[in-house]
Every structure is written in C-alpha cells, then in structure tokens.
C-alpha cells in the first residue's frame, strides 16, 4: 500500500508531529527485527478491529508489537479498540473478513493483557476514559499503554 507522510514544524525547525497513512500490517514476523525506535506516541484509533478482520490474530498481533518497536523508551501507545459485538456486522463484507472473523482467538478485551505480556513488553496501562459521544458506536474505552524507560534484560 502507498504510504503517506505528512509532517507539522515548529518555527526552530523541528517536527514534533509526523502522520503517515498506510498498510502497517507486516507481511511477516522476520521483518519485525528491522522495525528501529522512531516514536513517542502512537496513536490505534478505530483502526484494530479492521487490522483484525482483514489480517487475523497473528495480524493483529504483529501490529501491536511493531508499535511496542516503534516506540523510543518511555513512549505511549493510545489505543480505542472496538468492542467484539461490532466485528459481527462486518463479517460477510469479503471472502478473506468471513474466513478470519471465525477464526479469530484474540479477543478484544484480552487485548490488555496481551500488550502486558512478555510477547509484546508494554511496562504498564491506564485507562484515560470512554468518550461521551452521541453516536453509541463512538463510546469506547481509550487506553494508554506505556513502554518502560529502559530496556528490559532479554
């Protein structure tokens, strides 16, 4: 997929904010050991039931750990995941979707603990709150996932 990179300064020049838009999804997990620190803030928003339809459990699981290598020491990852119920409406959408929506595993609410464990490395979570919106569908919980200062002895 093509990718896109959009960058804001500050007037001394630096870039404090970097957008890019594409496929995150690696094709494998080889390629997981090229992935350098880059970021202080990742933001997941709406974005992992749809990474899970299309790309299943080990999909999922390889985007949350090239965020965890993404990330410099101390950075954040925000994350609004979508409740199972609504992966349920999507499901006939394609051939590929129906396939993995029955084979996924990983639930959302085991999403936590899946980002706390040694197989992704985040240190610690806190809930920051579930937006009050008038849209039911919009009224999910945001987390913050932190990545320890220093690195863990492997």
């Known amino acids: 997929a093509a990718h896109t990179r959009c960058t804001f300064s500050i007037a001394d020049g630096t870039d404090p904010f970097v957008c890019q ?13 090229t992935q350098r620190p880059e970021y202080d803030v990742i933001l997941c928003l709406s974005l ?4 899970h339809l299309n ?6 699981k ?3 750990k090239r965020i965890f290598r993404h990330l410099r020491p101390g950075g954040i990852f925000i994350l ?5 119920s609504s992966y349920g409406k999507r499901r006939k959408l394609t051939e590929t979707i129906y396939r993995n ?9 085991q999403f936590t603990s899946y980002l706390l ?7 610690s979570y806190e809930l920051v709150g ?20 220093r690195p863990t002895a492997s």
Do not use: A, C
């Not at 838009?21 to 050991?33: F, P, S």
């Open 21 to 33: 838009q594409g496929n995150y999804v690696l094709e494998k997990d080889e390629l997981l050991e």
């Open 48 to 51: 992992t039931k749809w990474i």
């Open 55 to 60: 790309w299943g459990d080990e999909g999922l």
């Open 62 to 64: 390889r985007m949350f």
């Open 80 to 84: 609004e995941p979508q409740p199972w």
């Open 101 to 109: 929506y029955y084979k996924i595993i990983l639930k959302p609410e």
């Open 117 to 123: 464990s040694p197989e992704v490395g985040f240190s």
């Open 130 to 149: 579930t937006p009050q919106s008038t849209s039911k569908g919009f009224q999910r919980p945001v987390y913050l996932f932190h990545k320890n200062r």
